[in-house]
């Protein structure tokens, strides 16, 4: 995880160098918290088609996987958003680099969510004793990219990761994967 947001800061820093090389052409950096919700690419035997999706099946286990992040959003509010960005123009004296941001959460509270919406899934979470590592939490602001692409509003987080777990089902029971 550290490398993948190590290459994650060198890569912003490295396209902003080449924008202000080349201030003639308009870049737009759309910086995403992990996204979760519906499937929008084709599901493999492998769970890394899951895409983020697979650290909701790594929750289905007796213990808390050790997933750091905190921060998400839904794909389908990730989608919307690279659509707006189509229409936005350049900004004299500023870097179109929005942070997208549902909020934070606590992987505890999406087991709780699971339980109560999900009630047959609950024998396979963490028990209510178990405790989850800590969480990235950092506050994120996320002013520019409402002021400039005019978000409001995301999908709910209850309504992204139960779309989230639903997909997880469906791949465990087209792979033979459940259990």
Known sequence: ????QEAKTFADKKIWGIAHEHPEVDFTVLLLPALFG?????LTSSSSSLGTNDFVRMLLAPEYPPIPIGHMVDVRDAARTHKLT???TSIPRRDKRFIILNGTFL??????L?????PELAGRLPG????PGPQTSAPLDTS???????????IS????????????????????NGR
Do not use: H
């Open 1 to 4: 995880m550290q490398v993948y």
């Open 38 to 42: 519906p499937q929008l690419t084709p």
């Open 86 to 88: 189509l229409n936005t």
């Open 107 to 112: 992987w505890k509270d999406v087991a709780t």
């Open 114 to 118: 699971i339980r109560s919406k999900r």
């Open 128 to 131: 209510e004793a178990s405790v």
């Open 144 to 154: 520019f990219a409402k002021e400039v692409l005019g978000i409001e509003g995301y």
């Open 157 to 176: 987080q209850e309504e992204t990761f139960l779309a989230a777990v639903d997909v997880v089902i469906e791949w465990e029971t087209k792979f033979g």
